[in-house]
């Protein structure tokens, strides 16, 4: 028979083939971005209307004046312009001949203004904030450019940058400080801001009062300068000087500058600092009286190092941390914060007036910076460290080590000194001995006397013995005598030999 052979299916085998999702990195703006965005731009449109405004009320009063006769209404906007690039730092050119002085007071204002305009964005992410910086770059650009008729409107792109992005950190910084639910690694960088913060408030009222005291002491040169504006009514006084009001911070970064050590230059050839007094013309600016007409010395310095020291022991009582570590970093933030604020208001206050000898004017932004941040910066940071428990427990440990290991040397050199002293002495005593021979011989011979002198004494004590006693001595003897003849018998009897040994002796 034939089997029908039936093929019978084997299972199928299957594979499953796992694809896993591929990273993807998406980039959304934070919720409020646009709310930061016009921030910026209202802050922005702000000033420059202000600055208008303000440019446009001068016009109108002056505009009565002989050296006015010129001038239109156009070109009061076109100043009004020119003056909103001067105030994001940019550069006019006239003639050939660049000019760029920033009014710092307005500028210090935008920054407080862009920070006001953030609350919009306070409950959305810190990040949104920082979107003022785009939208005030750009409007400062198109405001500069479309009715500045000197300036070059991307010269004021720093300042544009700069003016809200200082406002911005200052908004998230102070969101920072005020959050007490931080975790405790936070603690110093909120006590940083804030030190930070302190300090440069701390230098800017010691530069204000500075330039109190310089004006006062230059106020009848500063009125000579002003007699030779030849201002004519009460309104040109005023113009001139709500002029000079907006280069106030300017003032104090120049006697900032002067009080560190570093000085500043009011020409290129012409510097004025606590040792050098420059001889040579300064503008026509009344606020250029005040600088100082002599070179007192260095020992002006002590002023910012004083204020440093305050500073310190202003940080060791009110912004201690725990930590040692904690505390050098919140030192470390502090110093870093002033430091990047002089800098950048030393650098607003440099300006040039013209080619030649006033192209390069103000205080030198690396010296007055370094300077300050030793003389100020560095005491505090020293002395909050100085005085940390931490630090005096360390001191106090290596203080008593040393102390005891010097306690330990003392002893060591004092038992050392001891044995060998007590060896030298020894030594010394035995060379002696053995180096005076006259001395040993008389020992000995006083050795000898003395051993004759006993003999002598015994013999004596025998003779006298005998005398008193003659009856008893001999009796001894002779009892003596006839026990030693039987032992001597019995011996000679019992042992021949030695009774020959003995007569070989005799013989």
């Known amino acids: 028979m034939s089997e029908r052979i039936r093929e019978v299916p084997s299972p199928r085998r299957t594979t499953t083939t796992y694809v896993a999702d591929r990273?993807?990195?998406?980039?959304?703006?934070?919720?409020g971005w646009a709310r930061g965005v016009l921030a910026g731009v209202e802050a922005a449109f702000a000033g420059w209307g202000l600055i208008t405004v303000f440019t446009m009320i001068a016009y109108l009063t002056?505009?009565?004046?002989?050296?006015?006769?010129?001038?239109?209404?156009?070109?009061?906007?076109?100043?009004?312009?020119?003056?909103?690039?001067?105030?994001?730092?940019?550069?006019?050119?006239?003639?050939?001949?660049?000019?760029?002085?920033?009014?710092?007071?307005?500028?210090?204002?935008?920054i407080v203004l862009v920070r006001i305009l953030l609350r919009a964005t306070a409950g959305f992410p810190r990040s949104a904030a920082l979107f003022a910086v785009p939208g005030f770059l750009l409007t400062s650009w198109l405001l500069a450019g479309a009715s500045g008729i000197y300036?070059?409107?991307?010269?004021?792109?720093?300042?544009?940058?700069?003016?809200?992005?200082?406002?911005?950190?200052?908004f998230v910084a102070s969101g920072y400080s005020r959050d007490n639910e931080a975790p405790a690694m936070q603690h110093w960088i909120s006590g940083g801001l804030k030190l930070g913060g302190l300090s440069v408030l701390a230098l800017v009222a010691a530069s204000a009062v500075a330039s109190v005291i310089a004006l006062v002491a230059g106020w009848s040169?500063?009125?000579?300068?002003?007699?030779?504006?030849?201002?004519?009514?009460?309104?040109?006084?005023?113009?001139?000087?709500?002029?000079?009001?907006l280069f106030a911070p300017t003032v104090m970064?120049?006697?900032?500058?002067?009080?560190?050590?570093?000085?500043?230059?009011?020409?290129?050839?012409?510097?004025?600092?606590?040792?050098?007094?420059g001889t040579g013309p300064i503008p026509p600016i009344p606020l250029l009286g005040a600088v100082p007409e002599t070179a007192p010395g260095m020992w002006v310095i002590l002023a910012p190092i004083a204020l440093g020291i305050g500073l310190g022991v202003v940080a060791s009582r009110s912004f201690r941390r725990e930590h040692l570590l904690h505390q050098t970093a919140q030192g470390v933030l502090s110093s870093v914060i002033v430091?990047?604020?002089?800098?950048?208001?030393?650098?607003?206050?440099?300006?040039?007036?013209?080619?030649?000898?006033?192209?390069?004017?103000?205080?030198?932004?690396?010296?007055?910076?370094?300077?300050?941040v030793l003389e100020i910066a560095l005491p505090a940071l020293i002395i909050a460290l100085a005085t940390h428990p931490t630090t005096r427990?360390?001191?106090?440990?290596?203080?008593?080590?040393?102390?005891?290991?010097?306690?330990?040397?003392?002893?060591?050199?004092?038992?050392?000194?001891?044995?060998?002293?007590?060896?030298?002495?020894?030594?010394?005593?035995?060379?002696?001995?053995?180096?005076?021979?006259?001395?040993?011989?008389?020992?000995?011979?006083?050795?000898?006397e003395a051993g004759a002198e006993d003999l002598e004494a015994v013999v004596d004590t025998d003779e006298q013995a005998a005398d008193e006693m003659p009856g008893e001595t001999s009796e001894t003897a002779a009892e003596g005598a006839a026990d030693i003849e039987p032992v001597q018998a019995e011996g000679d009897e019992e042992d021949p030999e030695t009774k020959a040994t003995r007569r070989e002796g005799l013989n």
């Open 23 to 31: 990273a993807t990195i998406r980039v959304a703006v934070p919720q």
């Open 62 to 110: 002056l505009r009565s004046n002989s050296w006015m006769n010129d001038t239109t209404p156009r070109d009061a906007l076109g100043l009004g312009g020119d003056l909103w690039a001067a105030v994001i730092g940019g550069t006019s050119v006239v003639g050939g001949v660049h000019y760029r002085a920033i009014p710092t007071l307005v500028g210090a204002l935008l």
């Open 151 to 170: 300036s070059h409107w991307w010269t004021g792109t720093l300042g544009a940058i700069l003016i809200p992005l200082i406002g911005s950190v200052w």
């Open 221 to 245: 040169r500063m009125a000579g300068i002003q007699e030779i504006l030849g201002a004519a009514s009460g309104a040109d006084t005023a113009f001139i000087v709500g002029a000079q009001l």
């Open 253 to 277: 970064a120049w006697a900032a500058s002067w009080w560190s050590g570093a000085g500043f230059l009011t020409a290129t050839d012409s510097l004025h600092s606590p040792v050098v007094a």
């Open 339 to 372: 430091a990047s604020v002089t800098a950048l208001w030393m650098w607003s206050a440099t300006m040039s007036l013209g080619s030649v000898r006033l192209a390069s004017m103000g205080p030198r932004v690396g010296w007055a910076t370094l300077a300050l």
């Open 393 to 448: 427990a360390l001191l106090g440990e290596g203080a008593g080590r040393v102390r005891n290991e010097g306690e330990a040397l003392r002893r060591r050199a004092a038992e050392r000194a001891s044995r060998v002293g007590a060896t030298a002495s020894t030594a010394d005593e035995a060379w002696a001995e053995a180096s005076d021979p006259a001395e040993t011989g008389d020992t000995e011979a006083g050795a000898d």
